[in-house]
């Protein structure tokens, strides 16, 4: 759309025009530059905005000042951060090799406007990117581009109101289990690792925080019997594993053990001193969540699903598991058993150690059973008068 022409001057000097028509006016528009790579920058900055006036003005003065880049400002932001982790800063900073620095890095930061978000938006979706992945990505860099703002590098932040691609899944994001299922799935899960399952459906903990627990994190002969959640398995930015802080402040937290799992983890405890890890692997090491999904929870999800007899041969008559749960959904299956036991959600956020009950209500929300039963009974009020409706139809119908 916008093309770079190069011109001689009176004087013998050079000049760069870029050209383009505004698809509003229809006109031909131009800016001049003394350098060649301002011209061809302010041509890909023009080109992604559509070469509209009021983008065209900013990108021409921005391109003049120079000033930081977006790879600048994105690094900069990363290095100010105050509330994460090693592993966390080198994850934003491989978001912004692999996500912002291609497309927008090394453009000057005030040059940037809300179409050039809007379109590099659109180019990861295009790129068959998850709405998830976007939706991570695209908040870093509007942290960012309001980090910008506070360093006085431009007046706003250019991310506010663009609309993110919604998941277009048709299947819930959690799977959740019942009683039974559980238990079967559990019959299927070697002993050594049944008391950390357990204790995943009992709390709701998640796996670097259940994993990282020590025997002095528990008090057995408190009524109820508690675990102290104050750490988690973490990655420093060489992606070794270290034991470090909870996911949010929240994540700290005291959370009840029912007696039944109380007698389950008496014994397993009574082997450990105090500093030494709850659950580990049949080695006494760290537990991999990675080689835990491969060697012990996918055969398991296996077994279930097809159980076989003594002699190897599948039994058609066992109860088998038709879903395909993470460790993950254990969390979920607990949160959903706590809610059919009608507890509160504040209560719920509280014991999964969730930063913000807004968490707690979007995730878990639609399982609350009283909201379904007044919901699907304030449905059949309304539905009454149709329901006659449809009576006289088929009686008028039937008379015909």
Not at 352 to 361: R, V, W
Request: with cysteine; charged share 20%; hydrophobic share 40%.
């Amino acid at each position: 759309m916008a093309s770079v022409r190069e011109r001689r001057r009176s004087d013998g000097t050079r000049s760069y025009a870029v050209l383009w028509r505004d698809p509003d006016t229809g006109r031909q528009t131009s800016l001049t530059y003394d350098d060649r790579n301002d011209a061809v920058v302010a041509q890909q900055l023009i080109e992604a905005a559509g070469g509209h006036a009021v983008e065209a003005a900013r990108i021409a003065d921005a391109v003049r000042h120079r000033g930081p880049t977006v790879d600048d400002v994105v690094t900069e932001h990363i290095d100010l951060l105050t509330s994460v982790g090693a592993d966390t800063r080198s994850h934003y900073r491989r978001q912004l090799a692999a996500h912002i620095s291609p497309v927008l890095g090394p453009h000057p930061v005030s040059s940037i406007g809300y179409r050039h978000i809007a379109s590099w938006v659109r180019s990861m979706s295009a790129r068959g990117y998850a709405p998830k992945t976007i939706a991570n990505v695209h908040g870093l860099f509007s942290a960012a581009m309001s980090t910008a703002v506070r360093l006085g590098y431009r007046s706003d932040n250019p991310c506010a109101r663009v609309e993110l691609p919604k998941s277009q899944a048709t299947h819930d994001e959690m799977t959740v289990l019942t009683q039974a299922e559980f238990a079967l799935l559990l019959s299927h899960v070697p002993s050594h690792y049944q008391p950390l399952v357990l204790l995943l459906i009992a709390t709701g903990l998640r796996w670097g925080e259940a994993t990282a627990l020590t025997a002095g994190d528990l008090d057995l002969s408190a009524r109820p019997a508690t675990v102290r959640v104050t750490k988690a398995w973490k990655r420093d930015e060489n992606r070794r594993w270290y034991v470090g802080p909870p996911k949010t402040k929240r994540a700290r937290r005291t959370v009840s053990l029912p007696d039944e799992l109380v007698d389950v983890l008496l014994p397993l405890v009574a082997t450990k001193a105090p500093d030494e890890l709850l659950f580990t692997n049949t080695v006494g090491n760290q537990l991999s969540s990675s080689r835990f999904w491969t060697t012990t929870w996918t055969p398991a999800l296996d077994a279930a699903a097809a159980p076989r007899r003594a002699d190897g041969t599948e039994d058609p008559d066992a109860a088998r598991l038709t879903k395909r749960p993470r460790v993950h959904d254990l969390r979920h299956t607990h949160a959903s058993w706590m809610i059919a036991a009608g507890t509160d959600l504040f209560v719920l956020q509280r014991r999964l150690g969730h930063e913000s009950i807004k968490t707690t209500t979007e995730t878990y929300a639609h399982l609350l059973p009283d909201q379904q039963l007044a919901a699907a009974a304030a449905a059949g009020r309304a539905m009454s008068g149709i329901a006659l409706g449809s009576e006289a139809l088929r009686s008028s119908s039937s008379a015909q």
